[in-house]
C-alpha cells in the first residue's frame, strides 16, 4: 500500500509536509501513576498514525517524526474521601 502524503501543523515549528508512515505493529501499555493523595491513574497512549515529516532531522540525522493521537486515562482506584458525597451515608430503598 502507497504512503500518503499529508500536510500537518506542529507546535512550535508550523505547518509541515510528510509521509503517513503505515504502523505494522504495537505494544501500548499503561502506565501506573499513584499521586501524593493515593489516588493511581492510568494511562496509555492511543497512536492513530505516524508521519515522517520532510526535510526535518535532530541532530543525530535522524528523521522527524510527528505521531498523531491522544490517551486513554482511567481512575484505577481513589480514596473514598475525596470522591462526590464523601462521608454522606446512602439511603437503602
Given at each position: 500500500?502507497?504512503?500518503?502524503?499529508?500536510?500537518?501543523?506542529?507546535p512550535?515549528?508550523?505547518?509541515?509536509?510528510?509521509?503517513?508512515?503505515?504502523?505494522?505493529?504495537?505494544?501500548?501499555?499503561?502506565?501506573?501513576?499513584?499521586?501524593?493523595?493515593?489516588?493511581?491513574?492510568?494511562?496509555?497512549?492511543?497512536?492513530?498514525?505516524v508521519?515522517?515529516?520532510?526535510?526535518?532531522?535532530?541532530?543525530?540525522?535522524?528523521?522527524?517524526?510527528?505521531?498523531?493521537?491522544?490517551?486513554?486515562?482511567?481512575?484505577?482506584?481513589?480514596?473514598?474521601?475525596?470522591k462526590?458525597?464523601?462521608?454522606?451515608?446512602?439511603?437503602?430503598?
Amino acid at each position: 500500500m502507497p504512503n500518503v502524503r499529508v500536510k500537518i501543523t506542529i507546535p512550535n515549528v508550523g505547518p509541515v509536509e510528510g509521509e503517513r508512515i503505515p504502523i505494522t505493529e504495537s505494544t501500548e501499555r499503561w502506565t501506573d501513576l499513584k499521586l501524593e493523595d493515593g489516588t493511581v491513574l492510568r494511562v496509555k497512549p492511543a497512536i492513530i498514525s505516524v508521519i515522517r515529516v520532510d526535510n526535518r532531522y535532530d541532530q543525530e540525522g535522524n528523521p522527524m517524526y510527528a505521531i498523531q493521537g491522544g490517551q486513554i486515562m482511567t481512575i484505577a482506584s481513589v480514596e473514598d474521601h475525596l470522591k462526590r458525597d464523601a462521608g454522606k451515608e446512602k439511603k437503602v430503598q
